[in-house]
């Protein structure tokens, strides 16, 4: 143990060197070999114990693990401060910098021996869905982002190590997520909605009117979890119904408290989060209906169709 102690000690040395000199990619490596020491010495200590290995956990893995979650931490943090609140100038040369130390520093976890291990710890998923989701904005791609969005937001049980239930971003990061989605994805899902019905509207026959069937970028349970989130933040416990009442007789609006902290406006996010849960149902139920009529194709024609695609003689 002493020994992995000095070698930890060294790690984050050279770590510091290249910090100073301006080296990610040179920095993550070297924090990244104090934590492939630690591993390799808790193995080989629970291998001469007798206990089963446990997973590994990066945040206790010496000063080198540490550091190395807090500063993915930091990275993934910052980085969605700004997505969420675009700048230009000096700030946009600032943001364009910690763009490249969060993917230098995955790249460099991507190369280490260890990557299936580390990419499981929450920093390093965060610092990579933030990339992803600064990708996703950059080609407009509303699905990507929808998906990455849900993945910090949505509870998941831990089934590898404690069974628990957990939210991969932490409370302080879910204001700004919310904030991508309405921004990004919410308003222009609206948008498109809008559009696809006035050109129905316009395309309306003697017989009937053409209806197209909307397309969402959240999925039922997408939709959920944002409300979810969306829920915990607004949420006040001094909202007792006496307080409400107190309100309404007055004539004042009650807002929680929170309000003035938020990154949007709670109405505009309430109605758009609605529109977009109803907007998933629709599409969820056309999906089923569509595959329920395959399913009920007569026999024979599903017969006849799986002899014409079949091999010839």
Not at 59 to 85: K, N, P, W
Not at 116 to 123: A, G, N, T, V, W
Not at 149 to 160: F, M
Request: charged fraction near 25%; include cysteine; proline fraction near 4%.
């Amino acid at each position: 143990v002493r020994v992995a102690d000095a070698c930890d000690s060294l790690c984050f040395c050279r770590y510091q060197h290249h910090v100073d000199a301006g080296k990610t990619g040179g920095a993550a490596h070297w924090l990244l070999t104090g934590v492939e020491i630690w591993a390799r010495v808790r193995s080989t200590l629970d291998e001469a114990t007798g206990k089963t290995p446990s997973p590994l956990e990066v945040e206790l893995a010496g000063a080198c693990g540490r550091r190395f979650v807090a500063v993915c931490m930091a990275t993934a943090r910052s980085l969605l401060t700004d997505l969420s609140t675009p700048s230009s100038g000096p700030a946009l040369v600032h943001y364009c910098k910690k763009v490249v130390v969060g993917k230098e520093m995955l790249e460099a976890i991507m190369e280490g021996d260890l990557a299936p291990l580390i990419r499981r710890e929450q920093s390093v998923a965060l610092l990579q869905h933030m990339c992803d989701v600064m990708d996703a904005i950059k080609d407009e791609d509303r699905s990507a982002l929808a998906e990455s969005i849900v993945d910090c937001l949505d509870e998941k049980v831990d089934k590898e190590v404690s069974g628990s239930v957990d939210i991969l971003a932490p409370p302080s990061m879910h204001a700004n997520l919310l904030n991508l989605a309405l921004n990004h994805i919410l308003k222009k899902d609206d948008t498109k909605i809008s559009a696809d019905t006035t050109s129905g509207d316009a395309q309306e026959d003697s017989s009937s009117k053409s209806f197209a069937v909307p397309s969402s970028s959240f999925d039922v349970r997408g939709v959920q979890a944002l409300m979810a989130r969306f829920a915990e933040l607004t949420y006040n416990a001094s909202f007792s119904p006496l307080t409400m009442r107190t309100a309404n007789l007055s004539g004042k609006k009650a807002t929680t408290s929170s309000s003035t902290k938020l990154p949007f406006d709670e109405e505009e996010m309430r109605l758009a989060l609605s529109n977009a849960l109803e907007r998933a149902f629709v599409s969820e139920n056309a999906k089923r209906k569509e595959a329920s009529k395959l399913q009920s194709l007569p026999a024979g024609v599903t017969r006849q169709v799986d002899l014409m695609l079949g091999p010839s003689m």
